[in-house]
C-alpha cells in the first residue's frame, strides 16, 4: 500500500467497521454485518473490489466473492461475474434463497437479476486509475516478477468477520483477483476455505494475498482448525501467515474471530488495512 493510499484505506476500513456495527445493533445477524461491512469496501474504490478493482488481460473487471455462516455452513458463492457491482449481496442472496452454494460467470449474473438485482455494464466498474496501472504492467511486463506481493504493489481485497448477540459467526471476502490476471482466472478469496471460512465450533476468517498459495493450503480452513485445537486466534492467525510463508513463500493477510469474540489479525506483506470494534474497544491501522 503505497504511503499516498494510506489514508484512503484507513476511511475506507473505519467505514466498513461503522456500516457492520450498524446490522449489529439494528438486531442484524453476523451475516448482515459481514454482508454490509464488505458492500462498502465494494463501493469504495480504493479497494480491489467491486469498482476499482484490478484489471484483467482483457482490461475488464472480473470479480469474486464468498459469505458464508458459522451457525449452519450455509454459503454463497460467485465467481468472474462482470456485471454486479456488489458480488457479495449476489453471495448472500444464494446463501438465503438457493438451494446451490456457488455460480459463476453468465450464471452467477442470471441469478442475480432473477433476484431482484440490478446488472450493470463492466465499463461502470472500471476506473481511470485501474486503465492507467494495467497499461503500465503490460508495457512493463518482464520487469514485474510474478509474486506481486513480494515487492510494494497494493492489493486490495476485502474482508469482514462478525459475532452477532446470539454467538454466532460469519465470514465475507470480496475481490477483482490480481492485476493483469488470464480471463477466468478465480483466485482463493470466493473459495470455501481457502480465502473466506465460517463455522460457529471453530472460527470464521478471512484472507487477502497471492491467491494460488493460499488456495494450495486451504488456509481459511487450516487457521479455524487450528482454533477448534485450543489455539487463541491471534496465534492461529500469525501461525497461518507464517505457514503461507514456510511452505509456498506466499504473501497475504488474516482477519480471525472464534465465537467467543476473540481474535487475530496477521500478515506478512508491509502493510494491511484493518479495523475492529467490540462492546469496549475500537481501533484500526495499516499495520500489526
Ligand atoms: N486473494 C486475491 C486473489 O488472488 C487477491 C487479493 O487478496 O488481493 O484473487
Not at 485501474?130 to 511486463?141: G, M, P, S, T
Not at 506481493?149 to 492489493?155: G, N, Q, V
Request: negative net charge; contains cysteine; glycine residues 12%.
Amino acid at each position: 500500500m503505497p504511503d499516498d493510499m494510506v489514508e484512503a484505506h484507513l476511511k475506507g476500513v473505519r467505514n466498513a467497521i461503522a456500516a457492520g456495527w450498524r446490522a449489529l445493533s439494528r438486531g442484524g445477524s453476523a451475516v448482515d454485518a459481514v454482508e454490509e461491512a464488505v458492500v462498502v469496501m465494494e463501493d469504495d474504490d480504493t479497494f480491489d473490489a467491486g469498482r476499482g478493482s484490478f484489471l484483467n488481460r482483457d482490461g475488464k473487471v472480473q470479480l469474486d466473492a464468498l459469505i458464508m455462516e458459522g451457525s449452519t455452513l450455509r454459503a454463497g458463492g460467485v465467481g468472474g461475474v462482470e456485471r454486479i457491482a456488489n458480488p457479495v449481496r449476489a453471495a448472500r442472496k444464494i446463501l438465503s434463497e438457493s438451494p446451490h452454494v456457488y455460480f459463476v460467470g453468465e450464471g452467477a449474473e442470471r441469478f442475480a437479476a432473477e433476484h431482484g438485482m440490478a446488472l450493470c455494464k463492466n465499463e461502470d466498474l472500471v476506473v481511470t486509475r485501474e486503465v492507467e496501472r494495467l497499461r503500465e504492467y503490460q508495457a512493463h511486463k518482464e520487469e514485474h516478477r510474478a509474486d506481486l506481493f513480494a515487492p510494494t504493489d497494493s492489493h486490495d481485497t476485502v474482508g469482514a468477520v462478525a459475532l452477532d448477540r446470539d454467538g454466532n459467526i460469519a465470514a465475507a471476502t470480496s475481490t477483482g483477483g490480481t492485476l493483469n490476471k488470464a480471463p477466468g482466472r478465480l483466485g482463493d478469496s470466493s473459495l470455501i476455505g481457502c480465502g473466506c471460512y465460517a463455522d460457529n465450533q471453530t472460527a470464521a476468517a478471512s484472507l487477502t494475498g497471492w491467491g494460488e498459495p493460499i488456495m494450495k493450503l486451504v488456509l481459511a480452513k487450516w487457521a479455524t482448525d487450528r482454533v477448534a485445537t485450543g489455539n487463541l486466534p491471534e496465534w492461529a492467525a500469525a501461525e497461518a501467515i507464517d505457514y503461507l510463508k514456510t511452505r509456498v513463500n506466499g504473501h497475504g493477510g488474516i482477519i480471525l474471530l472464534d465465537a467467543k469474540g476473540r481474535f487475530g489479525i496477521a500478515h506478512n506483506t508491509p502493510r494491511m488495512a484493518w479495523a475492529f470494534k467490540t462492546m469496549t474497544n475500537e481501533a484500526s491501522g495499516v499495520e500489526r
